[in-house]
């Protein structure tokens, strides 16, 4: 083993009560995937100020009020997730292929009058699946002697010096469901009771070497010199959006709407670290993490035609942030396989229940949209918009409104995000319609974010993270309109790449990433079908 060279951090104590939250939890749940009816898809999710979408009913609600009947569709398709993965030039691609319901919803319209202002007072039903998080990763490579046993040393070490060398006196604080023994060192055998969990289980499961005087305190931490290192993960769930909405067209050239938003999220994630270790060592690192939660906000917005015979329009709304209630779950297991010995150590054995639950509230920033839209000759429908959202406005809150830890990392990492938009209808026939869209979202957080663990939290033991970069997608589509049957189908190539790292490697002593990244591109395919009828 080396000695460790102590890794710079973003400034902050280590605090006594969890706090389990991060930027990349944050990250998460914040954005949307380009999703709804197979016309919106097909189109970009570029209609803001075109309207008479049931989609719109989430970007601009006052889309809704372009109706002028009533309307009920339902969307499902395939979606093909792959990941492509170059670490250190170890190649690893994996793929995870799904099918999906989409969409459904419903458009009531009422008609008011020909010579009312008010024309059309119309309500709508929609669902959408917001977030598809669906996906497959995996990447390998050498390490160059890093490891993540010496950021399990750094946890130790660093919450000894933040704390004094303080330690829990009584029996129970180092054999009971919270203890945090380590009686293999003849000097040391009490590891800080604050330590973050992820370095306590490598001090158990002989990971890390803890080294301490007669007096009780830590001298020197040391880990192993890492060979190489194989990372997997697989994730499911959602985020399922339900808007309910009401519109009103204005003379036929002012149109509003308000939508409530109410969300779902179900996300769970399996992760799988192991290394070898020089000396014939090697270990495990198993993590399994879920988050449940609701949400709910509000959104606002009119379209207007400002020539009263033109086609042209343009389209503003503003979306208040989601309120969400959430709840992370999470358990873990560290299997070592050392030259002397083999240990195994659960999460579980530190945490009264046996698994770790946190209840918290994130704020998602306001958003705002806007866009601008025309009819060309009757046949052709064009569409462009822009939407900004500040991701370093996202707040995490404990369930009593008290600021966590994670936010510091949110407002120093995350950025904010530009979308722009643009999308094309035309008709061939007086039935058929071709489409094509374009989408491109900027990079939401900074290169050089990282997890910083014994910051944010004590009990963290999944250490891996992903800068990602900027995303885009290309579209296409094809549409049907009968009289009272439609039918719509999209084609969506969503891309973008990312720097990840399985865990913190620190910097050296001139300021140098100790770890490279793994650089990863991801795809996704989805064939997106939608069925409706219009009466």
Do not use: C
Request: net charge negative; hydrophobic share 35%; aromatic share 14%.
């Amino acid at each position: 083993m080396k000695k460790k060279i102590m890794v710079l951090t973003v400034a902050g104590a280590l605090a006594s009560a969890a706090a389990a939250q991060n930027q990349y939890d944050a990250l998460r749940f914040l954005g949307n995937d380009v999703n709804g009816t197979a016309r919106f898809v097909g189109m970009g999710g570029a209609m803001s100020s075109l309207g008479a979408d049931l989609s719109t009913i989430g970007t601009n609600p006052a889309g809704i009020g372009l109706y002028r009947s009533n309307d009920v569709a339902l969307s499902f398709g395939f979606n093909a997730n792959k990941s492509h993965s170059d670490f250190n030039g170890s190649v690893m691609d994996e793929s995870r292929n799904r099918a999906s319901f989409d969409q459904v919803g419903f458009v009531w319209s009422t008609k008011i009058g020909n010579k009312t202002d008010l024309r059309f007072l119309n309500f709508a039903f929609n669902y959408h699946k917001r977030v598809n998080f669906n996906r497959q990763f995996a990447s390998k490579g050498g390490l160059n002697g890093n490891s993540l046993t010496w950021q399990m040393a750094d946890m130790i070490d660093r919450a000894e010096n933040s704390n004094g060398g303080l330690f829990y006196q009584t029996e129970d604080d180092f054999y009971g469901p919270n203890g945090l023994l380590y009686a293999d060192n003849p000097y040391m055998d009490k590891v800080y009771a604050g330590t973050p969990y992820l370095g306590a289980m490598g001090a158990r499961t002989g990971l890390v070497d803890v080294e301490g005087d007669e007096d009780g305190n830590i001298t020197n931490v040391y880990g192993w010199n890492g060979i190489d290192g194989e990372y997997y993960s697989r994730e499911t769930g959602s985020i399922n959006e339900y808007d309910f909405n009401v519109s009103f067209n204005v003379r036929d050239r002012f149109y509003f709407g308000a939508t409530l938003g109410v969300y779902d999220i179900d996300y769970l994630r399996y992760s799988s670290y192991g290394e070898n270790l020089e000396g014939n060592a090697n270990f495990t690192l198993n993590n399994t993490y879920k988050t449940e939660g609701t949400g709910i906000d509000l959104k606002v917005g009119t379209i207007i035609r400002p020539f009263e015979y033109s086609p042209f329009r343009f389209g503003l709304a503003i979306h208040t942030p989601i309120l969400y209630n959430m709840s992370d779950r999470y358990t873990s297991v560290l299997a070592s396989n050392l030259p002397s010995d083999s240990h195994v150590q659960n999460l579980k054995d530190f945490l009264y229940g046996g698994q770790y639950t946190w209840d918290y509230r994130m704020i998602t920033p306001w958003r705002f949209n806007v866009s601008a839209g025309t009819i060309v000759g009757g046949i052709m429908a064009l569409d462009a918009e822009y939407e900004f959202e500040n991701y370093a406005a996202t707040k995490l809150q404990d369930v009593s409104g008290v600021e966590l830890n994670g936010q510091a990392a949110i407002k120093e990492t995350l950025k904010g995000v530009h979308s722009f938009r643009v999308g094309m209808e035309t008709k061939v026939t007086s039935a058929f319609s071709v489409r094509a869209g374009y989408n491109f979202r900027s990079t939401p957080i900074t290169g050089d974010a990282f997890k910083n663990i014994p910051v944010t939290d004590n009990t963290r033991t999944d250490a891996e993270y992903l800068n990602l970069k900027s995303r885009q997608a290309v579209s296409v589509g094809l549409g049907y309109r009968g009289r009272l049957v439609y039918a719509d189908v999209a084609y969506k190539y969503d891309f973008y790449k990312g720097d990840f790292y399985a865990f913190d490697g620190g910097l050296d002593q001139s300021g140098n990433l100790l770890l490279s990244p793994t650089k990863v591109n991801n795809e996704r395919h989805q064939l997106l079908f939608t069925i409706g009828v219009h009466f």
